[in-house]
């Protein structure tokens, strides 16, 4: 008689490399808030939560991505989605374009097309996932990309009513640039939605500094300022 199968062993997950600077403003003072495990033989080391000294700006170091296919991730993630398009619906009714970026299947764009059904939505993504969106027509127009890349950031200066960013600045190596250029992409008196990780788990913190770099940026912040999202509108006066 044969051997039963042997069980199978889950893949080992693959962190990120690891900072030695802050990614919000590059100081190199770092202070871990949760101790890194030493490894067991065949085992990766746990992520630490860092925090800088100088902005205070928290963040997992190295990243380990979070699998979106697990059933309880995807059901926070659809409410998630459908309590920011909520949020906005109060401050912004009536967009006529709006560039989700990181947007990866367009999930958010297709939950916000209920409340928003005249919308023509956009995506933005560095994979190709955003194609495959466009293809079954869950975004209109699709970017495969960063917001920062040179051939992309001009097509999108000063085009959308609002510009979304789902945990989206903890993942990209520049967050500060990548805000910028989102700024950039709104339209004088547009909306920017930045949500990011809720930071009353172990996962990146939301920057303290996130308030003062959109009101330098030309933005005023219309709620959430310490909360895990941020909606800030784009001043007429700035460019």
Known sequence: MSAPPAPSVPPVPRYGPYREDCPWCGSRRLRARVRRDEPRQGEPGRA??????????????????VEPGHPAVRAGVRLRHALAARAMLRHCPEPES?????????????????????????????????LRAR??????????GRLTDPHIAPRLRARYDVVSLFQH??????PRAELRAAVRALRPGGHLLVDTADPRRLLPAHPVGLAAELAAEGCTV???????RVVARKDASAA
Not at 48 to 65: I, Q, S, T, Y
Not at 135 to 144: G, L, N, Q, T, Y
Not at 222 to 228: E, F, P, S, T, V
Request: hydrophobic letters at 35%.
């Open 98 to 130: 709006w560039l989700d970026v990181g947007t990866g299947d367009a999930d958010f764009p297709h939950t916000a097309r209920a409340y928003f059904p005249y919308t023509s939505f956009d995506g933005l993504d560095a994979t190709h996932r955003v």
């Open 169 to 174: 600045l903890e993942g990209v190596p520049d």
């Open 48 to 65: 630490v939560l860092e925090r800088c000294a100088d902005c205070r700006h928290g963040f997992r170091n190295p990243p380990l991505p």
């Open 222 to 228: 219309l709620g959430g300022a310490r909360g895990h």
């Open 135 to 144: 293809a079954v027509e869950r975004v209109e127009e699709a970017f495969v």
